[in-house]
């Protein structure tokens, strides 16, 4: 049996970060510049669930029979048995690989999550739903995060813009003109898990304040909405740079991803806002054809690591 592989992209998003978590909307986009893949090759001469897992980009190898049953591979191997009513899987040799920055903001886990599931089924020559595969990602990505909305699995399992409510709407946005991301890494590693929990315990001892701060990300964020499928787009970019002064009250910023920001705006951007859970990680910032190579300069002399540029393609 040949080797199979499948893929999956980043993600970004654009508006709503942490007030998603709050039942919020919010709005994400794939990222298709980044992509992680997943290899199987078939070991014949090996016992039911003989599987090893090698996860390149981290220099990690997992053997299925060691895993912990909370480890992130063994929840998603076991949703997959679960999901096929079979009780072991054919012995394999899964090797994944990924040029999305970890722990950036920009989805690398809900990517593999995405890309492993789609792979699984491909090697046991089944072709479900993008729903099934969405609910396996999901069940991952609780593993790793303990309390994430389900945005990033989503928007990287359907590949396309969505408005999205936590456990109520997950819509398609048509929009109307190609749209380009300039997303600069600050460098900083940026843990969801620690974001998410810094936000919870501000929300737990001051309630009001932080209600009204995810209202505000959620009225902008369907502002959004509507410029997004109108016939000027671009007109998002203010309620972009709104956005990320909102995330600044909410704590989830820091002095480097604000430099980066500034910088964009300065040199062109028509907004820009870090992406993700913040405290490192990524800004996106949202240029027209005249100012992208300015922003792009502009990030690295702000200090940016990386500097990824990527579009958002109209119907």
Avoid at 62 to 71: E, I, N, Q
């Amino acid at each position: 049996m040949p080797a199979i592989f499948a893929t999956a992209p980043a993600k970004t998003i654009l508006f709503g970060e942490h007030a998603v978590v709050y039942h919020r909307p919010a709005i994400a986009v794939p990222v298709i510049t980044l992509k992680t893949k997943t290899t199987i090759i078939a070991n014949p001469l090996g016992e039911g669930d003989d599987i090893t897992i090698t996860a390149s980009q981290i220099q990690k190898k997992y053997h299925y029979y060691k895993l912990d049953s909370s480890d992130f591979f063994k929840v998603g191997l076991d949703e997959f048995k679960k999901s096929m009513n079979i009780d072991h899987i054919p012995s394999c040799e899964i090797i994944i690989t990924s040029n999305i920055p970890i722990a950036a903001g920009l989805g690398s886990s809900a990517s593999v999550a995405v890309s492993l599931t789609r792979a699984l089924y491909k090697y046991m020559g089944k072709r479900p739903g993008l729903k099934k595969i969405n609910e396996i990602a999901y069940e991952m990505e609780k593993i790793k995060h303990q309390n994430p909305s389900g945005i990033d699995n989503t928007v990287i399992t359907f590949q396309t813009p969505l408005f999205f409510i936590r456990d109520q709407i997950c819509e398609k946005i048509n929009i109307k003109k190609t749209l380009t991301l300039v997303i600069g890494n600050s460098g900083i590693p940026s843990l969801t898990k620690e974001a998410v929990s810094l936000v919870r315990k501000k929300w737990e001892i001051s309630p009001e304040k932080y209600e009204r701060l995810f209202d505000e990300i959620g009225a902008i964020t369907r502002q959004a909405k509507v410029i997004l499928s109108s016939k000027n787009p671009m007109a998002i970019g203010p309620l972009m740079t709104q956005n990320h002064k909102l995330l600044q009250q909410l704590g989830v910023s820091c002095k480097e991803l604000d430099k980066l920001v500034d910088s964009a705006i300065k040199a062109g951007a028509q907004g820009a806002k870090l992406c993700g859970s913040g405290m490192g990680g990524n800004i996106v910032a949202l240029a027209d054809e005249t100012a992208i190579q300015s922003v792009q300069s502009a990030l690295y002399q702000a200090g940016a690591l990386q500097v990824i540029i990527t579009n958002i393609k109209s119907d």
